[in-house]
């Protein structure tokens, strides 16, 4: 009887290990591994396949990431299916490479058939170095470092702007304001009244040059000029057009209406040294160099016979002559602060137009007038710590301490701290929270429930001013494989007396006796805003939760 027994239970062990190996069979043959080749160059893409035939309900999940060894992973290609008699064949195929020669192993791939977990095979492949034939491909030493050149920004662009707007005003105040104090002698000249020009301009004549070099007609030519330029200015406004005749008549005709005190010989002697200047110009005559030198001498004398002969001007007339000077200098000066800032503006606007089509127009008009939020993403951003233990986040600046309790979940056993970014001037705002639980959880698995957590946070929130609150959960992981639970959605929140319909991200993290937590509200139609807090939410890491 008991031989028998023993005979059964030999019987029952044979089954058991017979199941264990077909279980075992079955679970390798439903994972097939295949490369396409098990010896490549260097650089070369090795293209590596798992294949396996399941049910169609099944759900099967590949391998992600760098879980191939040495070997590293440049294309993860999309899953071929093909269906046959309710089965489902699929084929995931991987491409490879490695960059260093040797021989190497692909360590065997985790697959996932619903709740089963199967692997497969490892594979060896051998990665051969590239033979170069140096007799036909020379070598050649390896190149110095280029300094490569840094990436304009619109701030290096914005000191070109002002240095042409200063240049451009330099050269406004060089043409419309300095020039006009070094004028040429003729512009000099120009600018004085009738009777110092004629004083200058019979300085400036020199008789015995012009007699020795036998310009006797450029001579008389430049005196009668004079003469004729002041009594056309003060006398006759025709002197300049008028012949000889013409003029001595006029002159005459002036005198006896006694509109102008003339002395008859102040007459009779411009009378004489006009016509003996005709003579000069049109009959080739020749004066002795002393006549040259008393019709120069006349001449000058009888302007000031001329001068003093001229009609005294009225207070009134002398009012309005003082008037209209003021009212001219007044009337040139507007003219040339109009022009200036017409060439200004003009200068501007195309300096804008230019930086614009480059820039575009809203990068440079929020420049010019220092958009906060720009400000706050082109400061120099800081990555740091905060919380022991810590969250570590990158931020436009440094956050500041806040060592008051404000976490929505009260309680004396926690240890808060928490910190905010200080810029209150942009359409964002950003909390990070780091609490400590100071009295052991009964049961030390388990976390701080982040969803209750969340929900608090909504109402702390609605605290800060936001209202219309349309939250959503999903999970969220780090870059270094933190994961925890991301409340997002769409509330109304005032930035800057300004109610805006904003979003905002409200992240938790928990393990054992540790709650970590970011809270981040920005203006969605703020640029700015949006590009700082895509780049908070994509620099969070969290240390080891289990330190102290």
Not at 119 to 131: G, L
Not at 371 to 376: D, E, G, I, T, V
Request: proline share 3%; hydrophobic share 40%; charged share 25%.
């Amino acid at each position: 009887m008991l031989e028998t027994k023993r005979k059964w239970t030999d019987i029952n062990s044979l089954w058991v290990m017979l199941g264990l190996i077909l279980f075992t069979i079955d679970g390798h043959s439903q994972v097939k591994t295949s490369v396409d080749s098990t010896a490549i160059k260097i650089g070369e893409e090795l293209i590596y396949n798992i294949e396996l035939e399941v049910d169609s309900s099944s759900v099967v999940v590949f391998p992600k990431g760098q879980s191939f060894g040495a070997l590293e992973l440049i294309e993860d290609y999309k899953t071929d299916t093909l269906v046959k008699d309710f089965k489902v064949k699929l084929l995931k195929k991987y491409g490879l490479t490695q960059f260093d020669s040797g021989s190497y192993t692909i360590p065997a791939q985790k697959v996932l058939i619903g709740e089963k977990v199967f692997y497969s095979d490892s594979v060896s492949v051998e990665i051969n170095a590239v033979m170069i034939d140096t007799a036909k491909q020379n070598l050649y030493g390896i190149k110095p470092i280029i300094a490569v050149e840094k990436q304009s920004s619109f701030w290096n662009a914005f000191k070109w702007i002002f240095g042409m707007l200063l240049a451009a005003g330099i050269a406004v105040w060089y043409f419309f304001f300095y020039a006009k104090k070094n004028l040429s002698d003729a512009e000099q000249l120009a600018k004085l009244p009738p009777y110092e020009q004629a004083k200058l301009a019979l300085n400036k004549l020199n008789e015995k040059t012009s007699y020795e070099n036998e310009t006797i007609k450029v001579f008389y030519s430049e005196l009668t000029l004079v003469l004729r330029k002041y009594l056309n200015a003060k006398v006759y406004d025709q002197s300049l057009e008028s012949t000889t005749e013409e003029l001595l008549e006029k002159l005459y005709s002036l005198k006896r209406a006694e509109e102008f005190v003339f002395k008859d010989e102040t007459l009779k002697n411009i009378e004489t040294t006009l016509k003996r200047a005709d003579l000069v110009k049109f009959a080739k005559s020749k004066p002795q160099f002393e006549i040259m030198r008393m019709d120069k001498q006349i001449i000058a004398q009888e302007i000031d016979q001329v001068r003093a002969g001229l009609p005294k001007p009225s207070e009134i007339e002398l009012q309005q002559t003082l008037e209209y000077q003021k009212g001219l200098r007044k009337r040139k000066k507007q003219q040339q602060f109009k022009w200036a800032g017409i060439t200004l503006f003009t200068l501007f606007l195309l300096t804008f137009l230019c930086f614009g089509f480059y820039f575009g127009f809203n990068t440079v008009k929020d420049t010019v007038l220092r958009h906060p939020s720009k400000l706050l993403l082109e400061n120099n951003w800081v990555s740091s710590e905060y919380g022991a233990p810590g969250i570590r986040i990158e931020s436009p600046k440094v956050l500041l301490r806040d060592f008051g309790d404000s976490t929505a979940v009260k309680g004396s056993d926690l240890d808060i701290k928490k910190f905010y970014l200080g810029e209150q001037s942009a359409a964002l705002r950003l909390i990070v929270k780091s609490t400590k639980l100071n009295k052991q959880r009964n049961n030390e698995n388990d976390a701080v429930d982040v969803l209750k957590i969340a929900e608090n946070e909504l109402l702390f929130l609605g605290q800060m001013g936001a209202s219309n609150i349309l939250p959503k959960n999903e999970e969220f992981t780090t870059p270094n494989g933190q994961k925890g639970l991301k409340t997002y959605g769409n509330a109304n929140f005032i930035f800057k007396d300004k109610l805006s319909n904003a979003e905002f991200v409200i992240l938790g993290f928990s393990a054992k006796i540790f709650l970590q937590q970011l809270i981040l509200i920005w203006d969605p139609e703020d640029p700015y805003a949006t590009q700082i807090s895509e780049r908070i939410l994509s620099s969070v890491e969290l240390n080891d939760q289990t330190q102290n």
